[in-house]
């Protein structure tokens, strides 16, 4: 089955997280890049963050390297704030 691991990490939790996973199961690891990058305090990011949920508002995201069609499975990991 080919697995491709899919994450975002601000703080690099999600992205430890993600690296062992790859160790685990295997597959391919791709992180998740906004093309404006979030900046301020955590508290701040935290905040627009919620505003942009409360909105609806996505950020756009650079381009994927990875072909998410030619993948049996995606493991989506993401920060929860």
Known sequence: ???LILYY???GNTRK???LLR???GGDLEEIETVKPYTGSYNDIVEQGARE???GFMPEIKPL???AA???RIILGS???
């Open 1 to 3: 089955m080919k697995t």
């Open 53 to 55: 949920i409360d909105s």
């Open 65 to 67: 390297r990875s072909d």
């Open 23 to 25: 160790q685990e199961i």
């Open 17 to 19: 997280i993600a690296q």
């Open 70 to 72: 030619s993948y049996d």
């Open 9 to 11: 990490s601000y703080g």
């Open 79 to 81: 920060p929860v704030w």
